[in-house]
């Protein structure tokens, strides 16, 4: 892999560009100019680019970007040191162009950090939540029910990997997979949540109706 350059951004993978043309036709329907992001999976900082640069507002807005940047049981081999510090290049070199937006990291587990965002009193403050951290089903249920208190009444939520598994087919262990903390928070949350039809099958997205 190779490092970032000064006032460049660099990423050594791309989980993110297939969303671009679904993701802007979403905000531009559903939620135009968020003034405030909680990212919870940030790697190279690829989303937080693509969010920093297209969707927030041009008077400035922020991200909180959630990542232990010690990468999951999926991301064994990749030299996560490189990654942090990619991160903090990628993000910088917007930064340096964006300077009214601001990038809060949160370097630890998103549990701890989403928790304490709780404590300190920032429930009902983000306009979007993009659970895109750990691929464990106990995990993203853990994320959806504490990111999902830290978002206003309408904010969008958008889940990636619903259709992630790391086993081939036939041997797939459910709980190694978003997809059923997924389901099971929008079956739990009905009342609380509006699903969005969206042509992105790998990706789940809905509104907060109701605390
Ligand atoms: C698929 S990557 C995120 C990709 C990123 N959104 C992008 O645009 O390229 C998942 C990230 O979640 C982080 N992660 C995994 N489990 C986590 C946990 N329990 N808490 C916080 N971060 C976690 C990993 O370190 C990794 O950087």
């Known amino acids: 892999m190779e490092d970032s350059r000064p006032g460049e951004a660099t990423f050594s993978v791309d989980w993110f560009s297939r969303c671009i043309p679904a993701w802007t036709a979403l905000f531009a329907a ?93 429930a009902g403050r983000f306009d979007v939540l993009y659970v895109d951290g750990s691929h464990q089903a106990p995990d993203v249920l853990e994320d959806l029910v504490l990111g999902f208190r830290l ?27 978003p997809k059923i903390a997924i389901d099971a928070f929008t079956t739990i949350y009905r009342r609380r949540v509006s699903l969005i039809d969206w042509p992105c099958s790998y990706q789940v997205a809905f509104r907060k109706s109701g605390d």
């Open 30 to 122: 559903h939620m135009p100019r968020p003034r405030r992001i909680l990212e919870i999976g940030a790697f190279e900082g690829r989303a937080t680019c693509f969010m920093l640069e297209h969707l927030l507002p041009a008077e400035g807005g922020e991200i909180h970007c959630i990542d232990t940047w010690e990468g999951g049981a999926e991301h064994s081999g990749i030299p996560m040191d490189a990654v942090a510090r990619r991160f903090r290049a990628n993000v910088g070199a917007v930064l340096a162009r964006l300077p009214q937006h601001q990038v809060v990291s949160h370097r630890g587990l998103s549990r701890h950090a989403l928790g304490n965002l709780l404590a300190q009193g920032n």
């Open 151 to 177: 978002c206003r009444v309408g904010a969008l939520v958008i889940c990636d990997d619903y259709q992630w598994q790391r086993q081939k087919a036939g041997q797939v262990d459910v709980l190694d997979t």
